[in-house]
């Protein structure tokens, strides 16, 4: 297989005396979605926030396209290419969708008037729609307020944000958790195409069909370290599953 | 597995060519109709009234004049607190520090002496510089200390008007330059509009752009929505919330100073309602004490009210007590809206 786009390898993260990681690695391959799974308290949204710049690990090396990396900040993240769809999508509720796609990274006018700050809403607003077009997003009104929109557009709106930004990796947290199934089905199909747009997406759920459904592998984190890889095409989910309650070991199982 | 896959929704095609002009219509409708407007038909209703019960003395052009600069100071400070609760804060201060900065102002300029726009420019610094000064000071104790909005500005308020105080020795200072007055306190521009009709026409205009159409307008917007998206963003929030609580104080130290131009004196206390009639002022006029709305068109239009509510009750021969009775329930019911809006809204 290629080189992997993003790789951690041995990281330790521990919060008090709770000990989130205890050496954990975790491999990304370009233009794949592998999908993050664990039970409850397994240490996959700390291992996440480690990846995307929001922890710092105690211990450990995060390899970017083969190079040892730091990532202080999330922004260093995603100076690197890593975006990250959080749980909560991080959205400002009373701005425009394309507002909260830019915002932070803001288009201004040309000249003295993008001098003085003034926003091109226009551009913004065009590429905003232009970005919903490819990936499938349908928010009708693209100057109403993200409070009005639904949660599945909502969801659409803050993936449509970190692929706009992303050139290679996309975490998303638990994306469907407060999803309907018709909603639910959108998100797969937009996770389908962002990795069709050539980006790795990273899927961290507790759903096993849809990580079967949507995922070409899948990683098992129990207990901070990672215990299972698996191809979806080939896995059961009776063995993720047992991978992820301890009952079938690979790799060793725990140290 | 590709033929599960849901085809795309057709609108997500259609959308991006189609119909967003029809769209800005319908969020006009939504959101200025519900708000700004609204609040704007209600004054527009009010100034019909008098006009039509009292023509002879309502509907003149110096009633209209009066009016206005009754409204002007007030502007001014509203226009730094619209700014303020958008970031869904507030600041109680800004009237102390209008008093603090009109002290400082009127003691530079008489330390200075002479009676010349040298002495009187000098002093309008004094005052900007006095406002910033306590607006920073929030700004710093908000985000950096932590310590609640509501707090740290009832604090500054105390320790501004206390302040001005201890260096009057409570009693007011008078001695501001005649030019001063003469000119920014009473004088016309062309002979018919005050100045400062004009000056706090600027900084309505001026900050209203500001906000509705720059980086930092919209950065002022994001943090009061979702201060965590924000920070997420990448964006330096406690630096804007400083830029925000220091410019809310400029705003009053250029209030401070205007108010010394009008009244030729520092009028100690004279000001204590002030920070409440802008907060009035900003929610009259649509802004949100939840964060993330309001225009400076709508405190504009808030400002008004209560103002042209009193000099009509004067010229009317209501007695005028009834204006503070009939902006409490109009404040009430402005916030009700938003509030019923918003729970319109999270209902989806």
């Known amino acids: 297989m290629a080189e992997p786009v993003l790789e951690a390898r041995g990281i330790v993260k521990s919060f008090g005396r709770v000990r989130a990681l205890r050496g954990a690695a975790f491999t990304v391959y370009p233009g794949e979605v592998v999908a993050l799974v664990g039970d409850n308290g397994a240490g996959k949204s700390t291992l996440v926030k480690t990846l995307s710049g929001v922890h710092q690990p105690d211990a450990g090396e995060i390899l970017f396209e083969g190079t040892e990396v730091r990532i202080p900040t999330p922004v260093a993240a995603r100076a690197l290419g890593i975006e990250t769809v959080y749980q909560d999508l991080a959205l400002a509720p009373d701005l425009e969708p394309s507002a909260n796609l830019f915002l932070g990274r803001e288009e201004l006018r040309g000249g003295l008037l993008g001098r003085l700050g003034f926003l091109d809403k226009g551009a913004m607003r065009r590429h905003t729609g232009e970005a919903f077009g490819r990936l499938g997003v349908g928010v009708q009104n693209t100057s109403a307020a993200v409070a009005t929109l639904s949660g599945g557009q909502r969801q659409g709106v803050a993936v449509s944000r970190a692929v706009m930004w992303a050139s290679k990796v996309v975490f998303m947290d638990e994306p469907t958790a407060a999803l309907g199934v018709v909603q639910t089905r959108k998100v797969l199909d937009l996770i389908r195409r962002v990795r069709e747009q050539g980006l790795s997406v990273v899927l961290i759920s507790h759903n096993m069909p849809e990580v079967f459904e949507v995922s070409d592998r899948i990683e098992v984190l129990r207990l901070g370290e990672r215990v299972a890889q698996f191809r979806a095409a080939e896995a059961s989910m009776e063995d993720v599953v047992g991978a992820m309650t301890g009952a079938l070991t690979q790799n060793g199982g725990p140290r | 597995m590709s033929e599960r896959v849901a085809p795309p929704p057709p609108d997500a095609e259609v959308e991006p060519d189609g119909g967003p002009g029809d769209e800005h219509i319908t969020l006009w409708q939504r959101l200025v109709l519900s708000s700004t407007l609204r609040i704007l038909l209600i004054l527009g209703g009010m100034i019909v009234v008098f006009s039509v019960l009292q023509f002879q003395q309502f509907a003149t052009v110096s009633n209209l004049r009066n009016v206005a600069t009754d409204a002007s100071i007030l502007l001014v400070i509203a226009v730094g607190m619209t700014f303020v609760i958008i970031t869904a804060g507030i600041d109680l201060s800004v009237g102390a520090v209008l008093v603090f900065s009109g002290v400082i102002s009127a003691n530079v300029m008489e330390r200075m002496g002479g009676d010349n726009w040298g002495v009187i420019l000098v002093g309008l610094v004094a005052a900007l510089v006095s406002g910033l000064a306590w607006g920073m000071l929030n700004g710093v104790l908000i985000t950096k200390a932590r310590v609640p909005a509501l707090i740290v500005t009832l604090g500054t308020l105390g320790m501004a008007q206390g302040a001005a105080l201890l260096i009057t020795n409570g009693v007011d200072e008078r001695e501001v330059p005649f030019t001063l007055i003469d000119t920014i306190g009473t ?59 220091g410019l809310a104080g400029v705003l009053a130290g250029l209030a401070g100073w205007l108010s010394l131009a009008r009244f030729s004196t520092t009028t100690i206390g004279g000001h204590a309602t002030d920070n409440l009639q802008a907060i009035a002022a900003a929610v009259l006029g649509g802004t949100s004490l939840f964060g993330g709305i309001g225009t400076i068109g709508g405190t504009v239009v808030g400002v008004f009210i209560p103002v042209v509510l009193q000099n009509g009750f004067v010229i009317t021969g209501v007695r005028p007590f009834w204006q503070q009775v009939a902006v409490g329930a109009v404040l009430i019911l402005a916030v009700y809206l938003d509030q019923l809006r918003r729970r319109a809204q999270s209902r989806n």
């Open chain 2, 187 to 245: 004088g016309d521009v062309f002979g018919q509009i005050p100045w400062l009709v004009i000056i706090a026409a600027a900084v309505a205009i001026v900050f209203g752009v500001v906000l509705a159409a720059t980086r930092f307008g919209r950065y002022t917007y994001a943090i009061g929505s979702n201060p965590e998206a924000a920070r997420r963003a990448g964006i330096a929030v406690d630096r804007h919330l400083i830029k925000v609580y």
